[in-house]
């Protein structure tokens, strides 16, 4: 298998993810991966299932950190830091870096605290008001709740739950966001909702996003990582196979492997 | 029958497809019927209970009326009954318990549901708290005796010299009497309330979990802003249910209360609860005082039924609003 390539890249990198082994347990979940992420840009993560894309994404947050089991070795640069360094906290890097999820997953409370939740966590202390409507307007969601602020957050249709916890995660303006097939769940109409939705987003935000769907990446992101699972040494390793710009990935290739991946030849 | 109609039906097939015999259908029917008149007999035999009991105390309310809940005195020798000090002391004793049994009883299932302790330790500990529901209520109220009001008397001693103005305090602790009765009835209810909190605390989905450690939450902040409240149906539940137990347990407060009829804000002050009047006086009693005596427990009987009943409609209220704010 060829090395993992990183895109040639002349615009700034605002997250630089260098895995090498992640483990979950004794299982060696993924391997070998370069991934930048490049600031107000939209980063895909295309591949099969079991490919650890969603694996490698979840390390950039550490979320991975609440399974017991999972042994990260390799380096995530964010603004220079290094993410997984002895003295970061990994509540911190999640206040920094954003998540949403493949189920939305609002809070059992109004729609105004979904959206204050992070606020409130960081003790802000100018007006929620105005910054509530701002995420909410920067969900495209403003329009559909502002007279029911009051009503569960549970109480929304899917789509709109998972543009609620657009807005809840971008209430705090954290520089990064990442989205794990956030529209795996919802039907056509809200998919391109959300999928509009991340456009708008990177004129302000840095997005990472795993998709099962290559016409979404194709749609939606600058530029694609693809993943495989790598059966040779018996495990089932995930790795990146090449990573570029959208359109160039798509329609030139560089390695036999997306060609065939992207002709849906496999899945 | 039924079969060789099928195989009629379609001769020579191999299919296996037949219809439920006659004998399926009868014993799914007989099921049926046998589990919905077993639901019914349960509403039957609580209403047999409050008819008979409530039949039995008829002439006791007739005689008394609206003064047995207002008065003071407990005379059978005078033919004066009045249970307001055990109508307050039941519900005193049994908030003391609710408040300290539903902290303890909370704060265990948090820590007992939320990857404090690796998991094997969790199950050891689970059991041992489940465990308390298995002592006997008289072993509790030999353990208050010989072993917590000596064990609570110095700090109860210390509590009245130097906050004797305050009215919880206000007289010495004499022995058995509210505090220890309270402490007791506390330990007994814990279990009830940690395990259905720890159920209500568990129910919650994986990816509300995620949704709060995602957004940078401590694992304080997790439980006490998105955990409990998302879990405060069930906690309720738990209370109340705990509240309810505490309410009717008779036998540890019989021997830890004091058994003495007077109204009184003291911790330290003996007092009395209606099961605990009920289980002492009944052995004894007359025809006629037993007639009293049912009033008094009609009284109990409405008591809990009321705090269940306010306990399922604030449920059902904090379900319908999500516990939202």
């Keep these: 298998m060829s090395t993992p390539q990183s895109a040639a890249t002349t615009d700034e990198v605002v997250i630089d993810c260098r895995v090498n082994k992640i483990f979950y347990g004794n299982f060696l979940a993924v391997r070998d991966s370069h991934v930048p992420i490049l600031k107000n840009k939209i980063t895909g993560f295309i591949g099969p299932s079991g490919c650890g894309k969603s694996t490698v994404l979840k390390s950039i947050n550490r979320m991975n950190d609440l399974v017991r089991s999972f042994r990260f070795e390799g380096e995530i640069r964010f603004e220079g830091q290094d993410l997984y360094a002895k003295n970061v906290d990994p509540v911190t890097v999640r ?91 919802l039907d056509p109409i809200a998919t391109r909702q ?74 | 029958m039924a079969a060789r109609k099928t195989d009629q039906a379609q001769p020579g097939s191999t299919s296996a497809c037949r219809p439920p015999t006659t004998l399926d259908t009868l014993v799914d029917r007989t099921f049926r019927g ?34 047995f809940l207002t008065s003071t005195d407990w005379d059978p020798g005078q033919g004066r009954f009045g249970i307001l000090p055990e109508i307050w002391g039941t519900l005193y004793s049994s908030l003391l318990a609710l408040f300290g049994g539903g902290i303890f009883g909370v704060a265990i299932a948090v820590f007992l549901t939320q990857d404090f302790l690796p998991h094997n330790v969790t199950v050891v500990l689970k059991s041992i708290i489940e465990l308390l529901a298995a002592i006997p209520s008289v072993v509790y109220g030999l353990w208050g005796i010989f072993v917590l009001i000596p064990l609570i008397r110095p700090l109860a001693d210390w509590l009245h010299l130097h906050l004797g103005w305050l009215p919880f305090f206000s007289t010495s602790l004499s022995g058995p009497g509210l505090f220890p009765a309270a402490l007791v009835l506390s330990i007994m209810i ?19 979990r995620e949704a709060a450690f995602g957004m940078g939450a401590t694992r304080w902040e997790s439980i006490l802003r998105v955990f409990l409240p998302t879990a405060s149906g069930g906690i309720f539940g738990a209370l109340v249910l705990g509240f309810g137990r505490a309410l009717g347990e008779t036998m540890a407060l019989a021997m830890l209360v004091g058994n003495s009829n007077q109204l009184t804000l003291s911790l330290f002050s003996p007092a009395n609860t209606l099961a605990a009047l009920l289980a002492l006086n009944f052995p004894e009693a007359s025809d006629y005082e037993v007639r009293v005596l049912m009033y008094a427990a009609v009284v109990l009987l409405v008591i809990t039924f009321l705090v269940n009943v306010a306990g399922q409609l604030i449920i059902t209220a904090t379900l319908r609003t999500g516990g939202s704010k």
């Design chain 2, 34 to 67: 046998l589990t919905l008149c077993f639901a019914w007999l349960t509403l039957l035999l609580i209403i047999y209970i409050f008819w008979r009991i409530g039949g039995t105390a008829i002439p006791a309310m007739h005689k008394f009326g609206i003064s």
């Design chain 2, 190 to 208: 814990l279990p009830t309330v940690a395990a259905i909190s720890q159920d209500a605390l568990a129910a919650i989905p994986a990816k509300i």
């Design chain 1, 194 to 267: 959300i999928e509009e939705l991340m456009v708008e987003l990177k004129k302000d935000y840095t997005v990472a996003i795993v998709t099962h769907n290559m016409q979404q990446a194709l749609r939606v992101a600058d530029k694609t990582a693809f993943f495989a699972v790598d059966i040779s040494r018996g495990g089932r390793t995930g790795y990146l196979v090449e990573m570029g710009d959208t359109r160039e990935l798509f329609e030139n290739p560089r390695e036999a492997l997306t060609r065939e991946y992207l002709s849906g030849e496999f899945s």
């Design chain 1, 95 to 185: 206040r920094y870096i954003g998540m949403v999820f493949q189920q939305p997953n609002p809070f059992s409370m109004s729609i105004y605290e979904n959206v204050a939740f992070g606020l409130r966590l960081a003790r802000y202390k100018g007006d929620y008001d105005a910054r509530v409507e701002e995420a909410l307007k920067g969900a495209a969601l403003w329009d559909e709740v502002k007279d029911k602020l009051k009503n569960n957050g549970m109480s929304l249709s899917g789509g709109q739950q998972q543009r609620l916890c657009i807005a809840r995660a971008i209430a705090t303006r954290p520089p990064v966001i990442l989205m794990d097939e956030p529209a795996s769940a």
